[in-house]
């Protein structure tokens, strides 16, 4: 093998690091989300969770247990979290996300 080709798989090798530790990062978000049981939009948005269009849930004002502020919030998994569909209820459906 040259060193073109040696060094090409290389890169490959550490993108494949870099594209498992960014998937191994979005469940632990996930995971994190359900942890909690219940968050805001802010903190679900960060940690990678997006609210299927059309989907209605009930929110009720509390503090959030992941940034400790007082605001609306909902179950975790009325959030679909399109990265992780190992634990999203919505990645069979069909709606736009």
């Known amino acids: 093998m040259g060193a073109f080709s040696q060094a090409f798989a290389r890169i490959n090798t550490r993108n494949a690091d870099v594209d498992k530790e960014i998937a191994d990062a979005d469940l ?3 995971k ?7 968050l805001c ?11 299927p269009k059309g989907h209605r849930a009930t929110f009720h004002p509390a503090t959030c247990p992941l940034c400790q502020v007082c605001r609306p919030i ?3 998994d009325d959030w679909s979290w ?5 634990i999203d209820r ?4 069909t709606r736009e996300i």
């Open 28 to 30: 632990a978000n996930a």
């Open 74 to 76: 909902a179950s975790w």
């Open 82 to 86: 399109p990265k992780t569909p190992e």
């Open 32 to 38: 994190k989300a359900q942890a909690a049981g219940y």
């Open 41 to 51: 939009g802010e903190c679900a948005e960060l940690l990678g969770g997006r609210w």
């Open 90 to 93: 919505w990645a069979n459906e």
